[in-house]
């Protein structure tokens, strides 16, 4: 990640939480995955704050929608968290990447037209999942697309729920099939390491994925 990256994103950033489209759970979602982890007037909301150079968070609890433009771009990769927007390989690809922070669907439902084939990229477990078919539905929705939301298949690794339960919350409905999950969103494939998951209580985390590796799978469907 470059340092003028960096000061883009926090700009941006900055820009949304003194317009009031961006909240504490916001960015708290962000960046460490749960709206809750950066508690009101903790040392760590007082560090976030000193970093992006303002006084407070408003107190309405909107969150914004972020978005890396490419100049020609061929391709969008939505992504769950925002971790991937800091680096430079998807730009350099002509890949457009989006963000607007797990739950928060909104932003995209208001997106009249989607321009180019669209993918999407998330934790691998119930909650990501579950929130990628909630996409899967609004992108459907969209007026005018170039494709429908394509779920990525992970290039990452694969963590153990009880060892990670500090920083992870989410589990699979052990007693329910397919974890409650819809099949028919899933290519067989996806079933099965879906499957393969919720049987060896795992997940796989977004930010773990070798994102050289996406880029070349999308880029080898869309030579199709």
């Not at 990501?128 to 939301?149: A, M, Q």
Request: proline letters at 4%; one cysteine or more; charged letters at 25%.
């Amino acid at each position: 990640m470059t340092l003028i990256k960096s000061q883009t994103i926090l700009q941006d950033l900055q820009s949304k939480i003194l317009a009031g489209q961006e909240s504490r759970k916001g960015v708290s979602t962000l960046f460490f995955k749960s709206a809750k982890y950066i508690r009101k007037n903790s040392a760590l909301e007082k560090a976030v704050l000193k970093l992006l150079n303002i006084e407070t968070f408003p107190q309405n609890e909107n969150q914004g929608f972020y978005r890396v433009p490419s100049k020609n771009p061929k391709a969008i990769i939505l992504c769950e968290n925002m971790y991937f927007l800091t680096l430079n390989i998807a730009q350099s690809n002509d890949i457009e990447l989006w963000c607007a922070g797990g739950n928060n669907t909104k932003p995209i439902e208001n997106i009249p037209k989607i321009d180019y084939p669209i993918f999407y990229l998330c934790d691998w477990d119930y909650d990501g999942l579950k929130i990628f078919e909630r996409l899967l539905e609004i992108v459907e929705k969209t007026p005018t697309k170039k494709t429908s939301l394509q779920l990525l298949s992970p290039k990452g690794k694969r963590e153990n729920i009880i060892a990670t339960h500090d920083h992870h919350r989410s589990q699979w409905k052990q007693e329910i099939k397919f974890s409650g999950l819809t099949p028919s969103c899933y290519t067989s494939e996806q079933i099965q390491l879906i499957n393969n998951l919720i049987v060896n209580n795992e997940w796989i985390e977004e930010e773990s994925n070798d994102l050289g590796l996406i880029i070349n799978k999308i880029n080898s469907e869309l030579a199709r």
